[in-house]
């Protein structure tokens, strides 16, 4: 059982920067998909970022390109995400999800907070003047 533990939440000004944790227990690191999603009021769950745990490979959503990092420390069994340049329209509560397994790099799967079965319970980011 995956058991996935968010943090590094807070208010920022526009133009600044936070950095996110997730933090992975209950199963070894390993041939593991973590995504970071973000919901805002009233909208739905959108995918933001993915870290394969094995090599490192990442994609990003449209939103996140060129602002946001997604790192891992895999002796801290621990995913990032390090964004930068918020903005409001950054303001949500962020998820990490996990799958466990093989799956395709570069397709659009990651994209569905469906293919999850582990989530974290969120951490809250407001950017506000």
């Not at 968010?6 to 133009?15: D, H, L, T």
């Not at 959503?61 to 946001?68: K, Q």
């Not at 990490?96 to 319970?121: D, I, P």
Request: proline letters at 2%; hydrophobic letters at 35%; a positive charge.
């Amino acid at each position: 059982q995956v058991h996935l533990v968010e943090s590094g939440g807070g208010s920022v000004q526009p133009g600044g920067s936070l950095r996110l944790s997730c933090r992975v227990s209950g199963s070894a690191f390993s041939a593991m998909f973590v995504t970071w999603f973000r919901q805002a009021p009233g909208q739905g769950r959108e995918a933001v970022a993915i870290i394969y745990s094995d090599g490192g490979w990442t994609s990003y959503a449209a939103s996140a390109e060129r602002r946001f990092i997604i790192s891992q420390n895999n002796a801290a069994k621990t995913v990032y995400l390090q964004m930068n340049s918020l903005n409001v329209e950054d303001t949500a509560m962020y998820y990490c999800a996990a799958y466990q397994g093989l799956r395709s790099f570069g397709s659009s799967w990651w994209y569905h907070q469906n293919e999850y079965r582990y989530w974290g319970q969120g951490t809250q980011v407001t950017v506000s003047s």
